[in-house]
């Protein structure tokens, strides 16, 4: 089993279907409002990935319309560590 395929089971945010494809690349989210949910990350540039996410979610401190913070780990960018919501 390679390292794409341990991040196999789980759901993908703001996907419709509940399992990840294969073929693609995700980042599994650590912390915060979503934790253990997988953001398909296949076709980002390596700046796209270093900036990291904002992600909507009703989950999060500011409620509906507001987002959280996810930015990859260092040193692994297939796990991204939450870091704080904002409105």
């Not at 089971?9 to 989210?29: C, F, I, S, T």
């Not at 990935?49 to 979610?57: D, E, N, R, S, V």
């Not at 260092?74 to 991204?80: F, I, L, T």
Request: proline share 9%; no cysteine; hydrophobic share 30%.
């Amino acid at each position: 089993m390679d390292r794409d395929e341990e991040l196999l089971p789980g759901r993908v945010y703001g996907q419709d279907h509940d399992d990840p494809r294969p073929g693609r690349g995700y980042a599994e989210l650590a912390g915060g409002p979503l934790p253990g949910l997988l953001m398909d990350i296949t076709g980002w540039t390596a700046d796209e990935i270093q900036t990291g996410a904002a992600l909507m979610t009703e989950l999060g401190q500011f409620g509906a319309g507001g987002r959280v913070l996810y930015d990859p780990r260092p040193g692994d960018r297939r796990r991204w560590d939450w870091s704080g919501d904002t409105p």
